[in-house]
């Protein structure tokens, strides 16, 4: 695992700090520390919030001294990865793109000197990485926009952006999954319904996991809101196995051309 | 059966100890502002520590019972008023069906709480009631009381003996000119030169008019950033104290973002969060760092004064214990 420093944040939370920069490797490390923490069931962590090159470790230091912690976070560094032989998630977000739903999908390609389609092409093509979730409930910072789409933001922020906007903001892509204010470039919007809050598990991403947008027309966003709104459409959750030498990988591992795959 | 609003207040909302199961998919914590008068009053009413309150700020709502109940009114100093009569702050107290309660505006600090035997009755949301205002989830609707809303509570009223010998101390921090608050380092402190730090425990800072349940902006000789490196969003802790770009703190609070990217100069000592929470703009603040050890060494002392209140007055309810009064109270609803 890669190398950490360790840092109080208060007196309930110690942040586990690794390498300075944004990085599929450092991801996986903090997964899999977290992974690890979660199977110790250490009495007195009350939760763990993971970031780019941070994961945030929460606890009652009435039962679990700092000391004890520290150890027990060594610990789990040097437990062998439970993660490797696991399967990665690449959840799949279907998106209607521009028109009505994606405003600023002409302004995106004007900056990219493309045309709308091949942005379309392009905004679909990765399998972009989630980072962390903050800012919102279940808002994703995802990694992995191909550069030539990056475009700023608006000059004026709408004052309302509606629950399943796709957008871009620089070098960034990402959903809004409930309603916000926002800059960002609305591209296309998808049908599902990203917040669940009757459920256990209100989104269907985590941290670690991937996104995949996949393009569809007007009429089968209409179709999929429909089984959304009548609460039987299935989100398709692919799963892949990670690659034996693909740390080094842009995406930690995974390829396009689905080597290892086990689709669900 | 439960209370009905006939004025709401300012800001007035559903609160518990927070959604802290939900920080790592970016739900703000929210939850009550002042922590330790919250517990004190779920304790009055032989709640759970974690119940659910009325927070209100600046004015308290009016509120008519429609069921008996035993409450209690915590934190900010009101007059607050039944049916008229003037009734004593950290104290049980019975109310009647049709009784009126009238809190009124807050004379010191900034958030009180008003708890009643039993909670309130609203959806949990990932484990919490707490209502997050910025994106209208969770409490009463997701958003502050408005007149004519109806709060259910839990009927029949919990059995609580001797409400009358159930009292606490008031705080007396609220009308301190000057308060000192405890810190200890924040995760990037050594990235701070020494001149910054010196700055930043050797002055006073103002509370500024942007304070809420977010954060509080802080007025002060600005701290230099200037070679603080830029860094990445990291997860947010209650108590942080961020330094932007333009030098003034701001201490991040109930309702923050899960996640920010301004370095961190130090953390508010959890012991010390609900003082600075009742602060009103104005006040003025200076910050003590403490070593992590003496942090957590007054929150442990805290605990245990709180495990002494609980078995006072669990010594006067001794047939109907709170846990068991929570079982039966489950039971109705």
């Known amino acids: 695992m890669d190398e950490y420093k360790l840092y109080p944040a208060g007196d309930c939370a110690i942040n586990v700090t690794f390498s300075n920069r944004v990085d599929p490797q450092i991801n996986r490390s903090i997964q899999q520390l977290q992974e690890n923490l979660r199977s110790m069931q250490q009495t007195g962590i009350t939760g763990f919030v993971p970031a780019f090159r941070t994961l945030t470790v929460f606890y009652d230091p009435i039962l679990v001294t700092f000391e004890q912690l520290k150890r027990v976070i060594h610990q789990a560094s040097l437990k062998a990865s439970t993660l490797q032989t696991q399967a990665i998630r690449i959840v799949h977000i279907p998106v209607c793109y521009g028109k009505d739903f994606g405003p600023d999908l002409k302004n995106v390609a004007n900056h990219a000197k493309l045309t709308p389609r091949e942005v379309v092409k392009r905004h679909c093509q990765p399998n972009y990485l989630i980072y962390m979730l903050g800012f919102l409930p279940g808002f994703v910072y995802l990694g992995g926009l191909d550069p030539q789409l990056a475009t700023p933001r608006l000059a004026t922020p709408r004052l309302k952006i509606e629950p399943g906007a796709v957008g871009i903001a620089g070098e960034q892509t990402g959903i809004y999954p409930i309603e916000s204010p926002g800059g960002w470039q609305i591209i296309g919007q998808t049908p599902l319904r990203l917040f669940q809050p009757d459920q256990d598990e209100p989104f269907y991403y985590h941290a670690g996991d991937y996104i995949h947008f996949d393009p569809v027309s007007d009429f089968e966003y209409q179709q999929i809101k429909k089984m959304v709104d009548e609460g039987h459409y299935q989100v398709y959750i692919e799963t892949r196995k990670v690659t034996e030498d693909g740390d080094s990988s842009d995406t930690a591992g995974i390829t396009d051309d689905g080597s290892g795959s086990g689709k669900n | ?333």
């Open chain 2, 1 to 333: 059966m439960g209370i009905r609003v006939t004025q709401p207040g300012l800001l007035t909302t559903v609160q518990d100890l927070g959604r802290t199961k939900g920080l790592a998919q970016g739900f703000s914590p929210s939850g009550v502002m002042d922590q330790w008068s919250a517990i004190q009053g779920n304790l009055l009413v032989n709640n759970v520590e974690n119940e659910a309150v009325l927070e209100y700020s600046i004015l308290g709502p009016t509120v008519t019972f429609s069921t008996p109940a035993v409450i209690a009114v915590t934190g900010g100093v009101v007059n607050a008023k039944l049916n008229g009569t003037q009734i004593h702050e950290n104290q049980a107290i019975e109310v009647n069906s049709e009784d009126v309660l009238e809190i009124g505006p807050l004379t010191q600090g900034r958030y009180g709480y008003l708890a009643v035997s039993g909670g309130l009755q609203v959806d949990s949301i990932l484990a919490s009631k707490a209502t997050s205002l910025r994106y209208g989830l969770g409490g009463f609707k997701g958003r502050a009381l408005k007149t004519g809303d109806f709060l259910a509570t839990v009927e029949p009223k919990p059995v609580i003996a001797e409400p009358e010998k159930r009292k606490i101390a008031v705080s007396s921090h609220y009308t301190d000119q000057t308060v000192s608050i405890r810190v200890t380092e924040g995760p990037q402190f050594a990235q701070f030169e020494a001149e910054t730090i010196t700055a930043f425990t050797n002055q006073q800072f103002k509370i500024s008019k942007n304070a809420d349940r977010m954060g509080l902006r802080l007025e002060g000789q600005p701290l230099s950033v200037a070679n603080v490196p830029e860094m990445l969003s990291e997860a947010t802790v209650a108590g942080g104290i961020q330094v932007p770009k333009n030098g003034q703190p701001i201490v991040l609070m109930a309702d923050r973002q899960t996640t920010g990217g301004y370095p961190v100069i130090g953390v508010v000592a959890s012991v010390d969060l609900p003082t600075i929470a009742q602060l009103v703009p104005g006040q003025v603040v200076r910050f003590k760092m403490i070593s992590l050890t003496q942090s957590q060494q007054a929150l442990a002392d805290q605990k245990a004064q709180l495990k002494q209140i609980k078995q006072t007055f669990d010594a006067l309810n001794p047939k109907v214990s709170r846990k068991t009064a929570t079982k039966i109270s489950r039971l109705f609803r």
